[in-house]
């Protein structure tokens, strides 16, 4: 497949105006063709334009015709074949195993959402029937279902050009939901965008749906992406990145006459929290296995360990002893831009800087734009007086905070902002002394897991990848799992409507086979 | 019961400080005995701590005793008799059969959502179980439920003393999501806030719940209101009320270190359209009914019909001359505050000197804080000209727009913001012409209804009293309805972890009997 470098509006594709974007390879320090055209204020237009009016069409798709264009796009993407891993390896310096491994996961995500759209459920169907004998008054007829919220913009992460990007999570929910997209690809996998834009496109159009259902820009700067947020046709947004990126839309979504919903997921540093009785028994197992998981990948997951809890002791000494020994032996690897490697390089300076923070490990050093991993040390009452020690590193970065006793890092732990996760790792003699623990982690995170570490977040049913803010600007949804298809509906109210005019799902012989509340009591289909 | 004037705090009673508030019989034109004392910032504060102190208990009751706490509630309302319907009666000039009514309705809501809490369904439990042969990794076992979201500040409102207001909706789907309740009594009708919140206090004494699930500021200003909106330890907003007072709030709820959500129901007008099938086959009838929608309860209704829309004619014509005539005959009637009147005065003289508006009926008039009924013209041309004229009237004051022709009457509704309600008269000859409007109004209203108006609010399963934007901060949510428990629940996810551990509702064996999701495929209990 060609690169052109072109955005796609609609159904058309054409190099933008405003600005030129090249891709660079961090592994050769090198940029790479082609030349990616920045979209002008009139490419924004149109996109948006174009979502406008697909919007109804697109919504009123049948359940069935919605959950085939998922699959098809899914089936587009693997039929690029090896060209799509190549570009995206090369754009991000990920190997090839972790990018296989994230289009496999972009997929089955495409795929589980056409489940369910099929399923139904998502729309809470409801009917309350009419009681014309009720006294004093009559009871009217009232039925609800969810409605998709209108066209979303996605902004792609860095950090997973495939699974967090064009068609990744929060496409793959809006498109579910009936929602059209505008996604603004990210600067640092654009031929990587591209592709995955056609194998979009690709699919309307076989679909038959209207153009306006997906369009791709690129923006040279920041102006396209603000302006996208703000366009008054926009009506949620999906974002992952900085905190400081997060929070610009926010306020200019919240500024707008219309305000609407941002769903951001910005920081997090995933604290693991290891109990007395698994160091007893397992310290080194828990050291070495929490040095790969901080090291995977050059750290840069949203759900990379970043601090460790624990009471001080014998049992963290071996546990840190273990993690050193393994992250001295880790391999520098490239960062997936030199602006994300920069950061990285600043904040562990401030760690290895600061006067209460003592270095623990740091990984074999690399060229380039390579990470170098880093394990620093500090006490509850240091960590507790330095707020930024609680600031997020992005990479292979991990502090271990020693408590003086239990009570200790129950207090650590309530001082935290909220998280992505809270991995726990715990033996049976714990048990006790973990059970007053889980209200407090449940007001702090949005996942909890026990004896494992945050990153390979499992697209399911079950899971949240969410939590309380900063972790996300709306922790009551989730950016992962098909609970993510909530973020992007509203529920409608049809009161005493003529039977002619019902939508399907709410017919009165349910002909779409979907779960519903009649009269307040769930019923599933024959 | 005798009404002390004194805010409760927990479990106790004392009297603020900080101002004095006195209530108003504006049938009277006097003021009320006794005076109720200010909330101080020390009072706030100790609601606050002990709201939070209250939480991990509250929500972590069981479904049944949550429930039957919810119930007695309702059963100590209804014991406190006649008072409770005579002081409300006084404090806000709304007739004895209205208060009753309204009290049926919230009692009625807090057993609702007794039926909701014991149903489990709010829970959206759902289990990814273990998968430790999957390749190439296996899978962890996953589980998800939502959790309460902490504490949450409730603004009654002033014209539902009691559905709306210190036992009203919002307080009953925060207390049924497992969320204390900090209520900030409407200083309109404070004798009605002691009653009511007497009877919450002690049926919180009597389920042996912690002090702080329930408190009840008075706010002498504005100061209180706010710092309970800007207080760390509440999570969320639920308040009912203008524009103005709304948007104040959600500014102060972002602007904290931990944005929080506002649920505000602000500002509609609930347009009421006319088709013509139904305009020739009864427009007396309509005419007549809408007349006495309007001025049901002196118009003081979120859902009441402010607009009509219709294609200029004949049947528009007998229409407006029936309405006017039911209209002309119309008594004035007592307005909730001499406030609220006077706004409605200015409101409406804001229509009568329009040189763009004609006056095609006004009601009888009153005297003191009675409001006069309005009916009001204009045209199409002029109505899209001049914004003013979408600004909501509080009170029984309704504009008449008259379109050209159906083209003419989409683009008066693709032009206006955000409404709780939409009314259609239709008749069966209609049906081809109303079919194209439906996705139109579905984008700008929450509750879409037949042959009727807005005015009276089911409670039921299927209701949405919500909206996009100003009719509320939130389109996704409603806040009635046991749909509004969503509001104040988040998702947690648990992987790995251990069974001693699970919470009841996620256990292998379905304890609770609650429905749940295994495996993305929805299961009743046996």
């Given amino acids: 497949m060609k690169i052109t470098g072109e955005m796609l509006i609609g159904g058309a594709a054409r190099a933008g105006r405003d600005g030129a974007i090249k891709a660079f390879d961090p592994t050769a320090g090198q940029p790479m063709e082609p030349v990616f055209g920045g979209a002008t204020r009139e490419d924004l237009e149109e996109a948006c334009a174009l979502a406008k009016a697909a919007f109804d069409t697109y919504r009123h798709t049948s359940l069935e015709a919605r959950a085939a264009f998922l699959e098809a796009i899914a089936d587009n993407i693997l039929e690029v074949g090896d060209a799509l891993v190549e570009r995206c390896m090369a754009e991000s310096g990920l190997p090839r195993a972790r990018l296989e491994g994230e289009r496999g996961r972009t997929v089955h995500q495409l795929r589980m959402f056409a489940g369910v759209v099929r399923d139904g459920g998502f729309l809470e169907a409801r009917i309350d029937p009419a009681q014309p004998d009720r006294t004093p008054a009559p009871r009217v007829d009232l039925r609800l279902r969810n409605v998709a919220l209108g066209p979303v913009a996605v902004f792609g992460a860095s950090n997973f050009p495939l699974a967090f990007s064009v068609a990744g ?17 990210h ?3 654009p031929g990587t965008s591209e592709i995955v834009g056609r194998a979009v496109q690709k699919a309307v159009r076989s679909a038959g749906l209207p153009d306006g259902v997906f369009s791709l820009l690129f923006d040279s700067g920041l102006a396209i992406g ?10 949620a947004v999906g974002f992952t990145g ?19 919903p941002v769903y951001a997921e910005m920081s997090s540093i995933n604290p693991v929290i290891l109990f007395p009785s698994a160091l007893a028994e397992r310290a080194e197992a828990i050291g070495k296995a929490f040095a790969a998981s901080l090291t995977l990948g050059a750290g840069q997951f949203c759900t990379n360990p ?23 032996e880790a391999s520098a690897a490239a960062m997936l831009t030199p602006g994300i490697h ?9 760690l290895e800087d600061h006067p209460q923070v003592t270095t623990v490990a740091r990984g074999r050093p690399g060229d380039l734009f390579q990470g170098q991993a880093g394990l620093f040390s500090t006490t509850a009452e240091a960590f507790t ?11 292979a970065s991990s502090l271990v905070v020693r408590a003086p006793d239990l009570e200790g890092l129950r207090a650590l732990i309530a001082a935290l902002e909220g998280q992505l996760t809270v991995a726990l790792h715990v033996a049976d003699g714990d048990h006790d002394q973990v059970r007053p623990f889980l209200p407090l982690l449940e007001r702090k995170a949005g996942r909890i897991l026990f004896n494992g570490f ?5 697209v399911g049913h079950a899971m949240v990848h969410g939590g309380p803010f900063p972790a996300t600007s709306d922790g009551r949804s989730t950016s992962v799992g098909s609970l993510a298809i909530m973020r992007f509906l509203r529920p409608v109210c049809y009161q005493d409507m003529p039977k002619g005019l019902l939508p399907a799902e709410l017919g009165d012989a349910n002909p779409l086979a979907i779960p519903r509340r009649i009269d307040g009591r769930l019923e599933l289909p024959a």
């Fill in 306 to 328: 970043g601090l460790v809890l624990a009471v001080e002791g014998e049992g963290l000494d071996r546990f840190a002893a273990a993690a050193a020994a393994a992250i001295s």
């Fill in 342 to 350: 920069a950061a990285y390089c600043a904040g562990v300076s401030t």
């Fill in 454 to 458: 945050g990153t390979g977040v499992e």
């Fill in 169 to 185: 999570g929060d496409t793959a929910s809006a498109l579910a939901a009936g929602c059209p997209v505008v996604a603004k690809a």
């Fill in 242 to 260: 900085s905190r400081r990126g997060g929070q610009a839309l926010i306020a200019i979504a919240q500024a707008r006459e219309e305000p609407i």
């Fill in 385 to 395: 007086a330095n707020p930024e020690l609680q600031h997020e590193v992005f990479g």
């Fill in 226 to 235: 603000q302006a996208l947020v703000a366009d008054p046709r926009i009506k």
């Fill in 187 to 189: 600067s640092a996998h």
